[in-house]
């Protein structure tokens, strides 16, 4: 298997972790891709129509694509049982499916911030626009704050995902200062970000 990713890329980084948790990552040849929104180049395109990371490309030449689904795949290939289950069994996927989706949802509207500071120029920036997905952003640290306990209980696929979304906001968008009105977030993000799969892979550009 061949996974092309980019090491700035949060649902890129996703990938690589739930490699490293479920003891895969050698198993996979890394294929480290610089694109944007704007030069999608013409290497993932081939395997990927969207042309978006992370894609993973199978032995028979299909492809995977979209993190969420790279993630189960990923974790369905865990057969022996090395590593960490990444989606709970029973009732309990649920919970960490809902944080996984919280957490994308936390990562795209950063990264929408980020192309709108980079693709446009300052005069044709939209303040309410961007008004809004720092309104997604707030309204969902908000949540996991009042809801820590669900964070605590186990480490799974949805954890991780929280845990690379508030490292990407460090990453990128420092000024969002989300640490100030979230300790109990804080606290658990200070412990968990030492992880080796989250320190191996921590983004830079």
Known sequence: ??????????F??????ALIETKQIDDVFLEEVKIGPMAPGDIVPAVNPLGKIPTLLLPDGS???DSKYICRYIDEKNQGGDGIKLY????N?????HLEALADGILEAAVLLIYEIRIRSEKLRVQEWVDAQLLKINRTLNHLEDNIDQLLENINMGSLTVAISLDYLDFRHDSIGWRKNHPKLSAWHDHIKNRQSLNDTYPSD
């Open 63 to 65: 492809s995977i694509i």
């Open 88 to 91: 709970p069994e029973g009732e």
């Open 12 to 17: 890129a980084r996703k990938a690589l972790v």
């Open 1 to 10: 298997m061949k996974l092309f990713y980019s090491r700035p890329s949060p």
């Open 93 to 97: 996927i649920w919970e960490a499916l």
